[in-house]
């Protein structure tokens, strides 16, 4: 039993041997501690040193061997102390981790945003071969395309918007403010009208370039004049603002929550 509830304490199988030696005979060599438990002197020895380092036991050395003899009971009681006290340590160290891991994880929501310039040159093949990620985006965030058109972008990209809608995701939705042009209204009348949502905002609204906000992507585009091109901002927090207030201009314009 006691030998159980010294374990507990966190000594090993001999530690717990030798301080029993010691209790029992109240006085003891290292020596003779080999003599009576059966283990080297030299084990003894350091099994000994970790004892006394515990607070358990302490040596004599006023006799010629030295003897080990245990301290009080109450020495138990200072290492149980000791031990809350390493605890208590341990919890405050824990929390400053915490702290810091939470730090960590903000500074990286909030990091420098990944900007990219699509020219001209660029601009088509960007569109069908890296803007395929906006197509398939799996995140709920990323379903729904968010901000305002030139029409401008239709008429000369109208095979690429073609295209998108037999490769996006089957709810992939899009809520776009545009000019009100004749193009706009042809495509209002397409097979996929009900997920391309266009909404034409005032007769005198004058779109001369297009923003869009997909995803973790914010997308600047100019087609209105040439050269065309984008500016791609990959911000995760940026982009979640801009798709939250064209969801509220969305809700008070269009009348409809998404």
Not at 24 to 52: M, N, P, Q, W
Not at 63 to 78: I, K
Not at 112 to 134: A, C, Q, S, T, Y
Not at 189 to 208: E, G, L, P
Request: aromatic letters at 12%; charged letters at 30%; proline letters at 2%.
């Amino acid at each position: 039993m006691l030998e159980h509830l010294l374990s507990r304490l966190g000594l090993g199988m001999k530690e717990i041997q030798v301080y029993l030696c010691i209790v029992e005979h109240g006085k003891i060599s290292h020596a003779d501690i080999g003599k009576a438990t059966g283990i080297k002197r030299s084990t003894v020895y350091g099994l000994a040193d970790t004892l006394r380092a515990r607070g358990l036991v302490e040596i004599d050395q006023g006799n010629t061997p030295a003897y080990l003899f245990p301290l009080p009971f109450r020495q138990l009681q200072e290492i149980v102390k000791k031990e809350e006290e390493q605890l208590k340590n341990k919890k405050l160290v824990i929390e400053e981790i915490g702290k810091t891991l939470d730090t960590m994880q903000k500074n990286k929501n909030y990091s420098v945003p990944k900007m990219r310039f699509i020219d001209e040159k660029h601009f088509r093949d960007f569109l069908f071969n890296e803007g395929e990620k906006w197509l398939t985006n799996h995140d709920p965030e990323g379903k729904h395309w968010w901000g305002f058109q030139d029409h401008s972008f239709v008429e000369h990209y109208e095979d690429w918007i073609e295209w998108t809608w037999t490769v996006m995701d089957s709810d992939t939705k899009a809520y776009l403010f545009s000019n009100a042009s004749s193009i706009e209204k042809r495509l209002k009348k397409k097979y996929y009208a009900s997920r391309r949502n266009i909404f034409f905002w005032q007769k005198k609204t004058d779109f001369t370039g297009s923003l869009w906000a997909i995803g973790d992507d914010i997308a600047l585009v100019m087609t209105r004049q040439r050269p065309h091109y984008m500016v791609v901002i990959h911000d995760e927090v940026l982009a979640h603002n801009v798709r939250e207030f064209f969801k509220n201009v969305w809700r008070e314009i269009v009348g409809e929550t998404v």
